[in-house]
């Protein structure tokens, strides 16, 4: 699997090159967010800072976002929306788990350019509950979009618990990605593990699932029975 998914992003860095930044004002308050962030943690960045990075107003930030962690949801959906735009039609005939494989690193790779930024967020994830409660919410439902892109369905309960447990997948990734050499040799081998615990989970997710399902089909066959000998008593006794 690394190893298709190396070739996929060889093939992806000659083929595609990054996007241009974003000129628009949504776009330069996103950059500005990301180039603070790296330089320091995300509790210490104010509007008013981001505002000045980006050469806009109070008036035009305020027209955009309302906090920071606003422009860090909008940062992430810029990275879901650059994922989904490149999905690579020559997975299609691959397993889920490695279009899934190839999407992450696909994501992984939009991220390069942040890395510092990323690493500045996850040291203030670990001392900061609520920031990591918020972060987890914006992290799942982009994992949703993820794991649709991998053809993989993310609807439902059974999808909200997957994109959850993708979540959590992606952040122990990340945690060997931040530190990573170049060659991300050790984030495939960290990817491809992480993706293979997953896939036991979700096993054991689908075999769960039959279980309400099939208490309910023996609950109906269960009334059927009462409804019938109900129905012998009433004949029995006229």
């Given amino acids: 699997m690394a190893r298709k998914a190396a070739r996929s992003k060889?093939?992806?860095s000659t083929d595609?090159?990054?996007p241009p930044p974003d000129g628009s004002t949504r776009g330069r308050i996103v950059e500005a967010?990301?180039?603070l962030l790296a330089e320091?943690?995300?509790e210490r960045i104010g509007l008013a800072a981001i505002?000045?990075?980006a050469g806009v107003t109070l008036a035009d930030m305020r027209g955009e976002f309302s906090s920071p962690l606003a422009v860090l949801a909008a940062h992430i959906k810029d990275i879901d929306r650059q994922v989904l735009a490149e999905i690579d039609s020559e997975m299609d005939e691959e397993s889920p788990r490695e279009r899934l494989?190839?999407?992450?690193m696909r994501r992984l790779e939009l991220l390069t350019p942040h890395k510092e930024a990323m690493?500045?967020?996850m040291r203030s994830v670990r001392r900061d509950p609520p920031l990591a409660l918020a972060l987890n919410v914006m992290a799942a439902r982009s994992q949703q979009w993820m794991l649709t892109a991998a053809g993989i369905d993310a609807s439902g309960p059974k999808g909200m618990v997957r994109a959850q447990g993708l979540a959590l997948l992606f952040a122990n990734v990340l945690r060997t990605w931040v530190n990573d050499d170049d060659d991300q040799t050790h984030t495939l081998a960290a990817l491809d593990n992480q993706l293979a615990r997953g896939q036991r989970f979700a096993g054991l997710l689908d075999e769960l699932c039959r279980i309400p399902e099939a208490a309910c089909a023996f609950r109906e066959r269960l009334r059927g029975v009462r409804r019938r000998g109900r129905e012998s008593d009433h004949r029995a006794a006229m």
């Fill in 119 to 121: 690493r500045s967020l």
């Fill in 16 to 18: 595609r090159p990054a």
């Fill in 51 to 53: 505002a000045e990075r």
């Fill in 10 to 12: 060889a093939r992806r």
């Fill in 101 to 104: 494989f190839d999407v992450l």
């Fill in 40 to 42: 320091q943690p995300i």
């Fill in 33 to 35: 967010f990301m180039a």
